[in-house]
Every structure is written in structure tokens, then in C-alpha cells.
């Protein structure tokens, strides 16, 4: 499953939660969120929290427009080329 995620702070350094299989995918420095993998609920034997946005393929594209262009509004050309970083998520 694909989530929108924010790091632990863990003796005093920023870490991925335990629960992120890999992550640290396309970072938003404007609120300190990251993309990343979780195990799916059914192979899921640990508690993860209910409060993750859960992404799709277009969540994602909607996302790194949003974070690559704010309020601007993107050329055609920029908008493929944001779409086609997420592809083959």
C-alpha cells in the first residue's frame, strides 16, 4: 500500500517509522511528508496508524504538481512530464 507519511523523531534524528518498508519517495519540504510502501492490511501483523493518507497513481501525480508548481498553473509539457515521474507507481 502507498502512503503519504511524516518521519518519527528517534533520539533526537528524524528516521522512517519502522512500519515504512521503503519510503523517503518524492519529499514535500513544505510540510515534511514523504511517499512510501506499508504492508498491505492483509499481510500486516503490526499496528499502523489510521491517520496515513492512503495514495494512488493519481494522488501521486496530483501531489508532485501541487508540490512543483504550487498555485501556478503548468505548461502542458510540465504537466506530462510531472505525470510521467509517477507512471509506474
Do not use: C
Request: aromatic share 8%.
Amino acid at each position: 500500500m502507498i502512503v503519504e507519511y511524516m518521519k518519527h523523531l528517534v533520539n533526537g534524528e528524524l528516521v522512517n517509522p519502522e512500519w515504512i518498508v521503503t519510503g523517503d519517495f518524492f519529499p514535500n519540504m513544505a510540510n515534511n511528508t514523504y511517499i512510501g510502501i506499508i504492508d498491505d492490511r492483509v499481510d500486516r501483523l503490526h499496528y499502523v496508524p489510521n491517520t496515513l493518507k492512503i495514495m494512488d497513481k493519481a494522488s501521486i501525480q496530483d501531489r508532485n504538481l501541487k508540490i512543483e508548481f504550487g498555485d501556478t498553473v503548468p505548461t502542458n509539457e510540465q504537466l506530462t512530464e510531472a505525470h510521467n515521474i509517477a507512471k509506474d507507481w
